[in-house]
């Protein structure tokens, strides 16, 4: 571990949809570091990413154990090889974006806007952090701001091909080229993805996950039910999220829009505007418009869902390095 005052810093999955954007964010933001190394756990090592106008070779991370010497390692990489690594216990604090496709484990799962920095410094002596499902950081983000804690709340993530990483992302394009092509052949277990909305069991699963997140992530929550489709969009994602309207909501529901308005993180379409997800594609904020009813409200939520969970990651440690003696 660095005695130094900027830590030493790992990115795991460097070459994938998330890893690329925490390098990008990691140079936009300023965060100070004394060390960046890039690893990748797939084939293809030994290529360069540009980080910060500057580029720089990508690792092969051969054991966990090659992490040893580094003060916070961000793993964006597929859930095995996550929990691989989480078990051997190399040393760094383990910041796991794997864990947004799963249920709250027994480590903390925080998010900017939901967790507080002094929580933050009150668990820094954990050794591994989550962030939720950008989804599930959406939907408690709204909530909060609307200050809805209890009713009932029906929504919907669509989930473009970013959101099942860098494979998901080129099996869409080879896809949709094929169907363009007239040549597309799927293999039985596979599904069309090209031109094609679809929920199967990984969805449903991916629902349940960010059903469970969103309600550790609220003081109090309301009773959910999610679902979860895949759209056939490369970037970003959506939400749709239909609300019993809470009591502190009157009147004509202007209450609402300048609820989300002053909330962070939330920026508030134009009225009249059409809003599509590629809107939001480069934005760290979730964007959204507000349909107010008698007895609801009804939020369309659009983010860039990579960029969401690489700003969620980077947080943590920025506030680990702000509460760290050593670090800060």
């Known amino acids: 571990m660095s005695n130094t005052r900027e ?6 999955g460097a070459t994938g949809a998330v890893g690329n954007q925490l390098i990008e964010l990691i140079a936009a933001r300023g965060f100070q570091l004394s060390d960046l190394k890039l690893f990748t756990t797939e084939a293809g090592a030994m290529q360069t990413v540009d980080a910060g106008g500057e580029e720089r070779l990508v690792e092969a991370l051969e054991s966990p154990a090659d992490l040893r010497d580094f003060d916070t390692a961000f793993l964006a990489i597929p859930t095995p090889r996550a929990a691989e690594i989480i078990a051997a216990q190399p040393g760094p604090i383990l910041i796991d974006l794997s864990a947004a496709n799963r249920p ?6 925080v998010a900017p806007g939901l967790t507080s920095r002094e929580a933050i410094a009150q668990m820094r002596n954990a050794k591994v952090f989550a962030i939720p499902h950008p989804a599930a950081h959406v939907l408690a983000t709204c909530l909060k701001a609307l200050g809805v804690r209890s009713g009932f ?8 091909a970013s959101a099942g990483g860098m494979e998901m992302l080129t099996a869409t394009v080879d896809q949709t080229t094929d169907l363009l092509s007239a040549r597309l052949e799927l293999d039985d277990d596979e599904v069309q993805r090209g031109f094609n909305a679809f929920m199967r069991e990984h969805e449903r699963s991916v629902a349940a996950a960010i059903t469970a997140q969103a309600v550790k992530l ?35 529901g202007e209450e609402a829009v ?24 480069g934005q760290e904020a979730i964007v959204v418009s507000v349909e107010t009813r008698v007895d609801s409200v009804s939020l369309w939520c659009v983010f860039d869902n990579t960029r969401l969970a690489a700003l969620g990651a980077l947080w943590i440690a920025e506030a680990l390095a702000l509460s760290s003696p050593t670090l800060a």
């Open 7 to 12: 830590p030493r810093v790992a990115v795991v």
């Open 218 to 252: 609220l003081d109090q929550a309301p009773t959910f039910s999610v679902q979860t489709v895949a759209i056939p969009v490369l970037h970003g994602s959506a939400l749709t999220v239909d609300i019993q309207r809470p009591r502190a909501i009157k009147g004509d």
């Open 258 to 281: 300048e609820l989300l308005r002053v909330a962070p993180g939330i920026l508030i379409a134009e009225e009249g505007e059409p809003l599509g997800v590629i809107d939001a594609v």
């Open 104 to 109: 709250p484990a027994d480590v903390p799962m």
């Open 153 to 160: 709340v029906a929504a919907t993530a669509m989930l473009g």
